[in-house]
């Protein structure tokens, strides 16, 4: 069966998932992972409405010891990524 297009509201749902994250497993975010390369990332990335280097931003999160599944798992995510992201605004320090 070939792939349909996605809906309006599947890709409003996405768009919700990026900026909220999963309103039923909170998240720990260490401030420990605010490194000077991940906040320069998330705000590049903030400022320039580009979120390609999401995953880029997982590896200088791992490096600075984040070892959270959905931390990491949603920058390696397909996105859509969003200015709002939650990951990107936890880095950022706007909780």
């Known amino acids: 069966m ?10 409003q749902a996405a768009v919700l998932r990026d900026i909220c994250g999963n309103p039923f497993r ?5 401030s420990l992972w605010r490194t000077e ?3 320069a990332l998330a705000a590049q ?3 320039a409405r580009d979120f390609g ?5 997982a590896d200088a999160l791992q490096d600075a010891g984040c070892d959270s599944a959905d931390v990491l798992d949603h920058c ?13 605004d ?6």
């Not at 390696?76 to 990107?88: I, Q």
């Not at 936890?90 to 909780?95: D, M, S, T």
């Open 37 to 39: 390369t991940a906040v």
């Open 2 to 11: 070939p792939n349909k297009p996605p809906t309006e509201g599947r890709v």
């Open 45 to 47: 990335m903030y400022e």
């Open 76 to 88: 390696r995510g397909p996105g859509p990524h969003v200015r709002g992201c939650w990951v990107v």
């Open 26 to 30: 909170t998240v720990l975010f260490s």
């Open 90 to 95: 936890r880095v950022l320090g706007r909780e």
């Open 53 to 57: 280097a999401m995953p880029i931003l």
